[in-house]
Nanobody, 123 residues
Framework: QVQLVESGGGLVQPGGSLRLSCATS????????MGWYRQAPGKERELVSIVTSRSTTLYAESVKGRFTISRDNAKNTVHLQMNSLKPEDTAVYYCNARAVAGSPTEISERDYWGQGTQVTVSS
């Protein structure tokens, strides 16, 4: 089974910083894209940032210039450095990986999700 575990969330004041990390494990054969999504109460999950295996990055307009995504292809890990945090960044942040994985009965490509880590920006 493929597992994604996020860490690094917490409570910070506006203007502060947090660094989120996502560790993967399991029968992963290859990872195409990794990224971060977030979901605030009453809102749909939205893309924050993604990075491909070739290190091409994409950011939501609301976080450009403040957040930086990075990954280690060998370890299949991804990080999100969040600076200049704003109250509107408050949400549960989810790690995502689009990967090919195998099991004794199946090899498939799909999106895998972590359980999420809470980020709260408040004074």
């Amino acid at each position: 089974q493929v597992q994604l575990v996020e860490s690094g969330g917490g409570l910070v004041q506006p203007g502060g910083s947090l660094r989120l990390s996502c560790a993967t494990s399991g029968s992963i054969l290859s990872v195409k894209t990794m990224g971060w999504y977030r979901q605030a109460p009453g809102k749909e999950r939205e893309l924050v940032s993604i990075v491909t295996s070739r290190s091409t990055t994409l950011y939501a307009e609301s976080v450009k210039g403040r957040f930086t995504i990075s990954r280690d292809n060998a370890k299949n890990t991804v990080h999100l450095q969040m600076n200049s945090l704003k109250p509107e960044d408050t949400a549960v942040y989810y790690c995502n990986a689009r990967a090919v994985a195998g099991s004794p009965t199946e090899i498939s490509e799909r999106d895998y999700w972590g359980q999420g880590t809470q980020v709260t920006v408040s004074s």
